[in-house]
């Protein structure tokens, strides 16, 4: 913090700003940072979560897939096992075969016959298609090959989606092959039963990526899917992609065991982050409550921390301006006390010198001269004034004087009294009115009556020569927590703002030349501060003074 | 009055004692001054006096000091201490010493008359004293 004078307001202003900033990234720093570590681990526990989640859906149905294709391709199988070519050409046979086939499924559409030339030489199914060769169909020529056939979900031409499985027989060293097509809508329910939640979707595309079910999030059978599962691989994969409108997806993926068919899950990441999103509504207006809760409380103890701060400061200033006050005044009194002490000698010469003329004055051969009165109105003068630098430099030792108080048990209602009685008759003539608001409970205190009872005349005197001519002075005794307190307070001219903080200095005095010796105030102050009380003086130019008194509640001794 | 009172002034200030000297024969004492406490021990070798007006702070022997050499010198007389130094130490040592009064200087020439009268009293009093023991 840079150096700026203490006590002045903008020292105060940036120490309030320093708290402030100190409390409040004390309070947002670990605030901000717990919130935002609980944030991102809660995110990717979230994602891992729904990884794992789509990650088991697709290792479930992937051998329901896989076992459904298998059970039906060994279904057909067992039934071009357990017939001949023979038989199934025959009447309502192949039909019959259809039916148990069918079984309480219902998964398959047709069934037909095809003779090692590629002839359908038996069908039963809605459409006609007994008599046709398939010797060129790419199917037909794998079947041959391999054995066994599934094809993809394509249209054909019948229009419909449909998926071709075929077995071929060698029965007695005659080749035929048993064909069906399976009902796409039965297969696809296998997949598309796998939706759960509002944006977990499900489907199935081949090596180019074409989709072999109706995914829930658009696209049709047969449509090029947005998702290409790329080559040929084991096991689960899992990843994360954006679509063409950016919104973010988590793909679990798995090829079927026909090594064609890819089965996807994915999940639209907003619906991971929902219960985020959910935490987020109660968390945000706390977080942002709570900051303002901090906010407020940080201002609030920093202002009370800097009034605090501000109030020991100043009374560390009044302190130390008292001890400096304090220190002045020996400083002074000591000097004071060595001027008046060497002004007295010649101030003694000086008044013998008046005193020896004024005698020879008297004398009977001076007493016939003209001018000998004006001789002793001069001479008288000079005594006068003698004697009043003799009571300045009096008054000056008594200041400077360093007496040991005489102690004595003191009522400061009964002091204050009698110093009203040497002053009342005084105050009465100039219609001064005197109230006495005494404390009638008041202890005794134990402090030294005489220097108190100068005191209070002082006060009391100085307090009349503000009012001039009427007026009242309210004197006032209380009770403090550890003291007793006497005010004396005058209507009189007040003291100027200025001259507020010298009046307690010696010399210091408003009143006319010749008037005051500005003593009055500063021996009082040092006699208070000897009995271990304090003095203090409020005044409001126009209004009144008022001198407060306190000495200490001490015991006795 | 039988007898002028014979009073010894002692202060370094030369024209104090001078000027009150004059002041004090005025009013019918019988007075003599010295300038340091050195010479007012010599001056009370050869003289007797009744009262001794003595300033305490003077360069040299101060006021206190002299007073206890005078006191050996003439037990009878009595000292008059005069200072413009309301130094309460001194005071009470002076007392201690056998010091008759102790003034603030500068002082009234009736007050000091006073005093002085008092302490001649005094000294008068004391030598009857003796005289009859």
Redesign the interface.
């Known amino acids: 913090m840079p150096q700026i004078k203490p006590s002045s307001l903008e020292y105060y202003a940036q120490l309030k700003q320093h708290f402030v900033k100190i409390l409040l990234s004390a309070a947002f720093i670990p605030l901000i940072l717990i919130g935002g570590i609980l944030y991102y681990h809660f995110s990717a526990t979230l994602k891992e979560n729904s990884l794992h989640y789509v990650e088991n859906l697709v290792r479930d149905h992937q051998n329901g897939i896989d076992s459904f294709l298998i059970e039906r391709l060994s279904d057909l199988k067992a039934l071009s096992k357990s017939h001949t070519i023979d038989y199934l050409v025959q009447g309502d046979h192949l039909s019959e075969a259809f039916n148990i086939l069918q079984g309480e499924y219902g998964t398959f559409t047709e069934l037909g016959v095809i003779d090692a030339a590629g002839n359908h030489v038996a069908y039963v199914g809605p459409y006609k298609l007994l008599g046709r060769n398939y010797k060129d169909a790419p199917w037909f020529k794998e079947v041959m090959e391999q054995g066994e056939y599934v094809s993809d979900v394509f249209l054909g031409l019948r229009r419909v989606p449909h998926i071709i499985m075929a077995v071929k027989r060698v029965e007695n060293g005659r080749t035929w092959i048993l064909r069906t097509t399976l009902d796409i809508a039965k297969f696809s329910d296998l997949v598309e039963g796998i939706r759960i939640g509002k944006t977990v979707d499900a489907f199935i595309v081949n090596t180019e990526g074409i989709l072999q079910t109706r995914p829930r999030s658009g696209g049709d059978l047969l449509e090029k899917s947005d998702f290409l599962p790329g080559k040929y691989a084991q096991g689960i994969r899992l990843e994360e992609k954006k679509d063409e409108l950016g919104t973010r997806f988590i793909y679990a993926y798995t090829w079927l065991q026909n090594r064609n068919w890819c089965l996807v899950v994915r999940q639209d990441l907003r619906e991971v982050y929902a219960a985020l999103r959910h935490v987020n509504y109660v968390i945000i207006p706390i977080f942002i409550g709570g900051s303002f809760f901090i906010v407020f409380a940080a201002i609030f103890t920093t202002r009370q921390l800097a009034s605090r701060i501000e109030k020991t400061d100043r009374e560390k200033d009044m302190l130390n301006e008292q001890l400096l006050q304090s220190g002045k005044l020996a400083a002074i009194g000591e000097l004071a006390?060595g001027i008046?002490?060497?002004?007295?000698?010649p101030?003694?010469?000086?008044?013998?010198?008046a005193?020896?003329m004024k005698?020879l004055l008297k004398k009977e051969a001076l007493k016939c001269s003209p001018k000998v009165t004006e001789f002793e109105d001069s001479i008288s003068q000079i005594e006068l004034q003698?004697r009043r630098c003799?009571q300045i430099?009096?008054n000056l030792?008594?200041f400077a004087?360093k007496?040991e108080p005489k102690m004595e048990s003191v009522s400061l209602n009964d002091l204050i009294e009698d110093v009203i009685k040497l002053v009342e008759r005084e105050a009465r003539v100039n219609d001064i009115i005197m109230t006495r608001n005494f404390y009638h409970e008041l202890p005794t205190v134990w402090t030294d009556a005489s220097e108190l009872r100068q005191v209070f005349l002082n006060l009391i005197n100085n307090a009349m020569d503000a009012i001039g001519r009427k007026g009242g002075i309210t004197i006032t005794t209380r009770l403090g927590l550890d003291s007793v307190c006497a005010e004396v307070a005058d209507t009189g001219h007040g003291i100027a703002r200025e001259d507020l903080d010298k009046i307690f200095l010696p010399f210091f005095t408003t009143k006319a030349p010749g008037k005051g010796t500005g003593l009055g105030l500063a021996i009082s102050y040092s006699v208070i501060e000897k009995l271990g009380g304090r003095i203090t003086v409020n005044s409001a130019e126009g209004k009144g003074t008022t001198f407060s008194v306190c000495l200490p509640l001490g015991r006795k001794g | 009055m039988e007898r002028a009172i014979r009073v010894l002034l002692v202060d370094d200030?030369e024209?104090?004692t001078r000027?009150?000297s004059?002041?004090l024969t005025?009013r019918g004492l019988r007075v003599h001054t010295a300038s340091s406490g050195m010479k007012a021990l010599r001056h009370m070798e050869d003289n007797v006096f009744d009262v001794v007006v003595l300033d305490v702070?003077m360069p040299g022997m101060d006021g206190v000091e002299t007073l206890r050499e005078a006191k050996k010198v003439q037990p009878l007389t009595e000292v008059i201490l005069l200072t413009?130094?309301?130094s309460?130490d001194s005071a009470i040592e002076g007392m201690r010493l056998g010091a008759f009064e102790y003034l603030?200087?500068?002082?009234e020439?009736e007050e000091l008359m006073a005093k002085i009268e008092e302490a001649y009293a005094k000294r008068v009093m004391r030598e009857e004293e003796i005289r009859e023991s």
């Open positions: 006390a008046a002490h060497e002004i007295n000698n101030l003694a010469i000086i008044g013998e010198e005193g020896w005698d003698a003799r430099t009096h030792l008594a004087r007496l | 200030e024209r104090f000027t009150l004059k002041r005025e702070k413009g130094h309301a309460v603030m200087k500068p002082c020439i």
